[in-house]
């Protein structure tokens, strides 16, 4: 599986960005793909994930009514639209995926991990 991010960049607080994540190599109809985050010297942070099989969300609290996740499986491209962002959500942003059931915002659910992407808020 190969996972490639792009859309990070700088923003004010307040502002939206999107991330986009290009996924290919799956194998099976059903996997759980998602958002994570790592600023410095903080553990990474699970925000968003979403699973194929039934179109389950999940959310961590910290952005719960700001960032919205969404899948294109025709493109094979997640999203996450990131709005009213804060200085606090400034980090690295990673996209990774794992097959079979199931979804969570654990990362040690997840066996593959794209490059990152940096988003900066001021």
């Not at 996972?3 to 190599?25: N, P, Y």
Request: net charge negative; aromatic share 10%.
């Amino acid at each position: 599986v190969q996972l490639v991010e792009s859309g990070g960049g700088s923003v004010q607080a307040g502002g939206s960005l999107r991330l986009s994540c290009a996924a290919s190599g799956f194998t099976g109809s059903s996997y759980c793909i998602g958002w994570f985050r790592q600023a410095p010297g903080k553990e990474r942070e699970g925000i968003s994930s979403i699973y194929t099989g039934d179109s389950s969300t999940y959310y961590a609290d910290s952005v719960k009514g700001r960032f919205t996740i969404s899948l294109d499986t025709a493109e094979s491209t997640l999203y996450l639209q990131m709005n009213n962002l804060a200085p606090e959500d400034a980090a690295t942003y990673y996209c990774a995926a794992r097959s079979g059931s199931g979804c969570s915002l654990n990362q040690h659910d997840f066996s593959s991990w794209g490059q990152g992407t940096q988003v900066t808020v001021s």
